[in-house]
């Protein structure tokens, strides 16, 4: 987005104000008619700066108070390792309890989905292929965290207890446990992590602004005959979290 922008000129003077000290944690700002009257722009404006800067987690606003400043949001880490795989259950509600957050989804499946190209190509199946797609929205503590998309394909889950992965005996239990259950033993998982701008609709669902900086990781799990058995787009807000990878090195001689 182009940084002529009024409201996000406005956006960029508040924030090196508070960053100067101008306004300290529990400060109330001046209305949005006094900043929209300060820098000479409608008050509109003023409240789209000032919108941005909640959004950042730099202010808040309180219902019939006005906006003050509020307590930085942490930023916390996120460590993809193969000790996440090997807990059992759902690694996101291991990584959420391990920060002290309740970590729920909600989720939508849609069976007999033909795979697109790029999908087939990374499921090694053929364009077209019969698939279950899953769309999760995860939370910690009730504030978004990640998104995902998840496509596992029918020749390997159909006629299972486990082709819908939030439905069955293993509803939610993670994509390992899952296919172990069916007979088939995950061996690995490729990630590929690229940075990106959030869409309008990745926005709306993660409480950010449209454009902001996002960390999009291509997944795929592989079972021991090297056969892709899912794969999935995984979205993350990179103001709230970073990435890191934990990478096991074994003793010489092992």
Known sequence: MPRETPYLQIADRLRERLAAGEWVIGDRLPSRAAVAAEYGVGQSVAQRAMERLI??????GRAGSGTYVRRPRERLRMVRSQHREMRGGSPFRADMREKGLAGTWESRSAARTPAPDHIADRLAIAPGDPCVVTHYEFLG??????LS???EPM????GTPVV??????LAGAGVVERMRSI???????LEVPRPSRATQEQANLLGIAVGDLVTVIERTYCATDGRPVETATIVVPDVRWEIAYWVP??????
């Open 55 to 60: 959004i950042e987690g730099l202010l808040e």
């Open 141 to 146: 503590d009730g504030l978004p965290v990640q």
């Open 149 to 151: 998309e998840s496509w």
């Open 155 to 158: 020749a390997v889950t159909g």
């Open 164 to 169: 819908l992965p939030e439905m069955g005996p």
């Open 183 to 189: 007979g088939v033993e995950v061996e690995a998982a």
């Open 249 to 254: 090195v074994k003793p010489a001689g092992e």
